[in-house]
């Protein structure tokens, strides 16, 4: 008899923990998932502190389900609550470095010179998980061995910083030269780094194509062969300063299959084909949801609308991906599900590696 969601818990509950209680009591346990004779969870801890100290319940835990009848393999992920941030130790003040401010007079191109490629990864609205694709997008590249760097050019609202797992502020040696982070093989830059998680950025838009050439121009990206640059949603002043100033190699297009998205969706488009910007394909998200309990797959958002836009548009269609609770859980601890071992990163790889067969990266 196939094992279930409710006899994986079960089994769970024999996994104790040294400060008492078992996994299953202390409710520890996410995202259970029955493929076949596969099964993946994750366990979140209270803090990260806590989740270092639980390297042997994790193994205990996959060890425990490994021995259940029918089942050929377990995969764990150890995650933890996120913790705030401690304020760092008195020091000596670091050259002051000035965010945003106009765009300043310049000829020539604002792509870096050591970037191969820059593809610009929008959609018509927000809320489709355009910053969730990007990241484990860069992530699956670097794992194929691509140099890969990630603007999150979203200045209103960038999230890569929690994605990505990174919250430092980056180093400036002058004041002016920026020197990137780095986070799961992947070069980074974001407004967030720079700027308190919950200060609001209160611009127009001269400040914020100031900010992207800033961090186009004045960072330290290196030898990449592609830069992913996360775009604010909609049709406004950074996507079209990047089209227009930054030679971008082409556009990729995120959207989900329901109506109200692809109405905002072909905006995009119409936007990028007026800018001049080849368009190199569109990527379907949250395209079904996999019940973990029954295995009903549910259709929350509509089926295959995005690929019905790019056959309509003759686009190439880079793919669908499912909505999964793994992946938010992943995205909130700063892992990106692509880091891992998952169907859902396996599902990621399959996509960087049309990027890097169709010459993208």
């Known amino acids: 008899m196939p094992q ?24 520890m346990v996410r995202a259970v998932q029955v493929q076949a004779d596969k099964v993946s969870f994750i366990l979140e801890a209270p803090s990260p502190e806590a989740a270092q100290a639980m390297g042997p319940v994790r193994d205990a835990a996959q060890a425990v389900v490994e021995r259940l009848e029918g089942v050929a393999s377990a995969t764990v992920a150890l995650t933890a609550h996120s913790a705030p941030a401690a304020k760092p130790a008195p020091e000596t003040p670091p050259p002051s470095l000035k965010v945003g401010g ?27 998980g355009k910053s969730t694709v ?6 699956a590249l670097a794992r194929q061995g691509r140099r890969v760097g990630l603007l999150d050019a979203d200045i209103y609202g960038p999230s890569v910083p929690r994605m990505m797992g990174v919250n430092k502020r980056p180093a400036s040696p002058d004041g002016k030269t920026i020197i990137p982070l780095q986070g799961h093989g992947v070069t980074l830059m974001s407004i967030g780094f720079m700027l308190p998680e919950e200060k609001a950025v209160v611009w127009r838009g001269p400040m914020l194509m100031g900010a992207l050439q800033q961090m186009l121009t004045q960072v330290e990206w290196g030898e990449l062969d592609v830069l992913l640059v996360d775009l604010p949603p909609g049709t406004g002043d950074v996507a079209m300063t990047l089209c227009q100033k930054s030679d971008v190699t ?17 905006k995009a ?19 079904a949801f996999h019940c ?3 295995g009903h797959e549910a259709h929350i958002f509509g089926q295959g609308g995005v690929q019905d836009e790019a056959a309509k548009l003759d686009l190439p269609f880079l793919g669908t991906l499912p909505i999964d609770l793994e992946t938010r859980v992943a995205g909130d601890a700063g892992v990106p599900i692509a880091a891992g071992e998952t ?6 790889a399959a996509l960087a590696k049309r990027f890097i067969d169709g010459g993208m990266a």
């Open 102 to 128: 106009h765009m300043k007079p310049q000829e020539g191109s604002m792509k870096p010179s050591g970037v191969q490629r820059i593809i610009g990864i929008g959609s018509g609205k927000g809320g489709v």
């Open 269 to 287: 488009l119409d936007m990028f084909n007026t800018l001049k910007t080849p368009i190199l394909g569109l990527i379907e998200n949250m395209g």
């Open 4 to 27: 279930t969601r409710d006899s994986i818990l079960e089994a769970l509950r024999a996994v104790t923990l040294p400060d008492g209680g078992d996994l299953v009591s202390r409710d």
């Open 292 to 294: 973990p309990n029954c």
């Open 343 to 348: 169907p859902m990163a396996r599902a990621y």
């Open 134 to 139: 990007s990241t484990n997008l860069a992530v």
């Open 250 to 266: 082409g556009a990729i297009i995120v959207s989900t299959p329901q109506d109200v998205a692809l109405l905002d969706a072909r």
